[in-house]
């Protein structure tokens, strides 16, 4: 049986993964290959996960833990995606705070698991938001050092670096970007690209068709600062029902609830890493984000439909502890219902701030 060719598109959180897994996927599956997708998170009720499946992608989803840790759950979710039909290739999102994915998840891959998958190269996007204030060492960086330790070693194991989100950036700030990661990680391919757009993203699909590396050892990893890095920001999933009398526009409610619950913790110094809102009905669906403190959020997925019901679901990584989070998404939710007329009641809520990494396994070379 041919192998299943496996990828891993990794990168920090708010730096496009979804978007870009989304876009090679579709690129595949137009030259007439089966693609499976594989989303992952600390938490469960993924945004990226409903934005993938709303795309028509056959997704599979890993909670609870990074792929590192649940390296025999991610095992298990790719074998479940071979049932009815064993995908050609299958990409995977890791946790956008996980680092060290080459020694806990691709190489115990190949030594345990080398008949089954062609394991390919470890791509990571770069965002600029945060790379450019990280790289230049920037004073008002916005995370903690423990927190730039991770984002800065994802980008040191990485086969290849993609700098995403090139349609905002202008082009001496594209090429100052490049000469930062070109000085920092020297010899590693780097390029830019706009996932959204996809200018530029056969650099991309020619960087995930490539080889990896050869390494004689595993990239130097402490764990402690790994452990503290991830534990400063506060995660919270929440799901919220929306219904109205009357219709209401689906994609401004999930863009004023970004715009609201962003504005607040930038009010309260907190910075924020990526924080997503999907609404969606039986047939639409609408996304807003924001990836940071210091830009203004945005609609990504536009559903332009008008609706009296809809569910919704907040995912929020910021630099806050979870009982903040907690508080300022259900104030702004309180205050937009008011607002717009609309009854929304906050359900199942998950906020908490992730362990320790303790990897199923590591290999030394």
Known sequence: MKPIRFLMVGGFLGAGKTTSIGRLAAHYVAQGLNVALVTNDQAYDLVDTHTLRAQGFQVGEVPGACFCCKFDDLIETVGSLSDQKTPDIVIAEPVGSCTDLVAT????MRELFGDRFELGPLVVLLKPVH?????A?????????KAEYIFLKQLEEADAIAINKIDRMSLEDQQSLLELVEKRFPGVPVFGVSARD???FEKLIAAAAAEPKKR???????YQTYAEGE?????LNCQIEAKSEAKFDLDGLVLKLVTGIGGELTDTDCEVAHLKVLGQTMNDAAVANLVGSAVESELSLASEIKTKAADVLVNARVAASPEELEQIVTSITTDLADELKIDLTVGNMQSFRPGKPEPTHRSGA
């Open 105 to 108: 998840v691709i190489q115990p």
């Open 131 to 135: 790379g450019k204030k990280i790289l």
């Open 137 to 145: 060492e920037q004073k008002g960086k916005g995370f903690s050092p």
């Open 198 to 200: 996809g200018v530029g």
């Open 216 to 222: 004689n050892q595993m990239m130097e990893m402490d």
């Open 231 to 235: 534990a400063e920001l506060g995660w």
